[in-house]
């Protein structure tokens, strides 16, 4: 597999070389003609998503399919206005010059991507990459193997294979390819991989993108449209794939006087969503392979978590389904409640006062999202200047995903970089320009600094 990663390098650096994929026309082309993938096979990119995962067909439409047809007209909406020069002013020492910021592409691009959204979270960045005028290699997730495979038959079908390649495989191929000289790493998944990650691009000063994941928290007041709240928590938590989601809520905090108003009405809505026996649902995503069902599990057979059940808890290895299951005050040293869940188990830990909520959060390291239920305008702001995440709602959970003008990325422990809309340019180095004028020399201008996270106010 070395040989084959080096010979893969060197056919897409020397396509990239030749310019291939630097032209405007190449680009739209290639983003044309996945938009046409995605049109003309969206029963098979379907079908794969529920071998994969059960997924229900009306999620992997709204949340894969629908999502990265988006992600490609917007690029190719404003793609020639991306790829425009961006005019600066000049500085007193450079008068009378002028002074631009010029994107140009990196190179070549290593996508490795994650089992959970397989389709989406594989594409996005693909697109990205080719929306800034790079060659790029899409590794896809193995654990989500129909969506792999499908990758592989597709693409070369549809998009220029000299420039768009696809390499299948698990850690043996991924580490093959992390011995080559990438010009950016997109990585997708969890923060032990991405060390390993990092520690490969470290070694060739490539730089990375880690789109990773964490304990998104939620906060829900007792001054809040208690109905409208459980609902929207149930289809950010059980209707995305099952909690198999990076912003997915991992668990609630609320007050202990509102936790049983709160646990009542997260009942009424799943009774509605699916019914009395929610292993029998069609609209409820299977875990993706035995062995993350056994790490769930295994987090609600600890005794210590098995009695705090006070709805779900059902399991059924056979078809790998496990029921939503909501738990209140687990022990906050119990796995459940240290690690990531990434799965339907959604714990509510209860405080005296709301306002504690905050610092319960700061405690921890910083999520990917963070949610907020209220009506108290106070409490918002308290919530969104004080707490650090990668994106932030209030009123609402996981839809600032949907915003192709917003950044989406982690800060600190769930993420560095950040992708979607115009910043899919992520594979684009603004590369600033001096254009003298007269007698003057401008030197280079100073970066804009890359936007680190989002904050949203949703109400
Ligand atoms: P995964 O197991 O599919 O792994 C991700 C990729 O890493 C795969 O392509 C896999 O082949 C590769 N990989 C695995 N082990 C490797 C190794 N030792 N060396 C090199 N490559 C290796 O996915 P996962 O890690 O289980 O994904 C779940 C995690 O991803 C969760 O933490 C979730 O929150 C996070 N996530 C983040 C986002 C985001 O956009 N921020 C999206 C989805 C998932």
Known sequence: MAASAAAVMEELRGSFREGRTRPAEWRTAQLRALVRMIEEKEDDISNALHADLAKPRMEAYLHEISLAKGACMF??????NWMKPDKVPSAITTFPSTAQ??????????????????????????????AAGNAVVLKPSEIAPATSSLFAKLLPEY????????????????GALLEQKWDKIFYTGNGNVARVVLAAAAKHLTPVALELGGKCPVIVDS?????????????????????????????IITTKAFVTELV?????????????????????????????????????????????IQLGGQTDQEQLKIAPTVLVDVPLDTALMTGEIFGPLLPIITVDKIEESI????????????????????????????????????????LHL???????????????????????LLCADPCASGVPEGEALAELSSLPSPVQHSRIVHV
């Open 223 to 251: 001054n809040v449209d208690l109905h409208v709240a459980a609902k929207r928590i149930a289809v950010g938590k059980w209707g995305c794939n099952n909690g198999q989601a990076c912003i997915a809520p991992d668990y």
């Open 359 to 398: 610092a319960h959060i700061n405690a921890g390291a910083k999520p990917l999202a963070a949610y907020l239920f209220t009506k108290d305008k106070k409490l918002q702001q308290d919530f969104v200047s004080n707490v650090s995440a990668g994106g932030m709602l209030v009123n609402d959970v996981a």
């Open 402 to 424: 949907t915003n192709p003008h917003l950044p989406f990325g982690g800060v600190g422990d769930s993420g560095m970089g950040s992708y979607h809309g115009k910043l899919q």
């Open 101 to 130: 910021i010029v994107p140009e592409p990196l190179g070549v691009v290593l996508v490795i991507s994650a089992w959970n959204y397989p389709f989406l979270l594989s594409i996005e960045p693909v697109i990205g990459a080719i």
């Open 75 to 80: 690029a190719l909406k404003g793609l020639k």
């Open 264 to 308: 009542d009405s997260l009942k009424r809505v799943l009774e509605r969503f699916y019914g009395e026996d929610p292993l029998q649902s069609a609209d409820l995503s299977r875990i993706v392979n035995i062995s993350h069902f056994g790490r769930l599990t295994k987090l609600i057979d600890d005794k210590e978590v098995a009695t705090k």
């Open 159 to 174: 998009v220029d294979s000299s420039c768009i390649k696809v390499v299948e495989g698990g850690v043996t191929e991924t």
